[in-house]
């Protein structure tokens, strides 16, 4: 059975941190983005990592960061991932993440017209560039960077890259299932759709998401995977 990983992203406290990991999060998100409502120093960082429990991922987010900027929260506290979720150039990427020590994941923002190439295109010269790429993680196009709870269509996503990518964008307790049934992706990542405002998250709808998610995993076991319906 395909287990599709999940990621809380936008943890600035220590209890939402034992939420998240209590109802079964696989990775946890801390954005390094000071224009963001979920903004945390790497003070503040470097005391949430301290909780994290072995085997649980932290992902740091970035919005077109320096190298000195990464490796401040790279020193700061245990991170498994960099997310790059600005316009930084794959070579950008590449090259803080040789810096800094580690993977990255790619935040690749979908608008309406993007075609199926353009993903297959992207994934590709990313895995090119660097031996530190992890993956592609696609979040709607909107007039900010992120964590903005809106939905792209998924029908844009080439089958043969699902199964590879993080899906994300505008997640929810009411859209998990149907996101997981359809997409088939890797992995999940949500901020908004689990909150009670913003920077503040909500136990009760991170629980509700992980079941939907798990309820989502059982539906896809027992349905052939050439019968996907997008
Ligand atoms: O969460 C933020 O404030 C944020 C700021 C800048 C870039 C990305 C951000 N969050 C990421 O955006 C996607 C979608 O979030 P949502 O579930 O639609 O709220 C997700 O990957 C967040 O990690």
Redesign the pocket.
Known sequence: MHRTRI?I??ITREQDLHAAVDAGADAL?F?F?P?????VTPEQFALLARALPPYVSS?A?F?NPTLAEVEAVVRAGQVSLI?F??DETAGQCAAIAQQAGRPFVR?YRVKPDTAASDLLSCELAYRAASPWFSGL?L??YVD????????FDWSLIPKELAPRV?L?????VQNATDAVVHVRPFAV???????ES??IKDARKIAAFVAAVRAADAITTSEPHHERST
């Open positions: 990621k992203c936008g998100g954005v983005y224009k963001s409502p979920r903004y992902v987010l919005v997310q979720h600005g935040a993680l979040d709607a900010a960077y992120g964590g903005a709870g809106k939905v993080v994300s964008g505008g997640l929810s990542d949500i901020s908004s759709g689990v909150e913003k920077g």
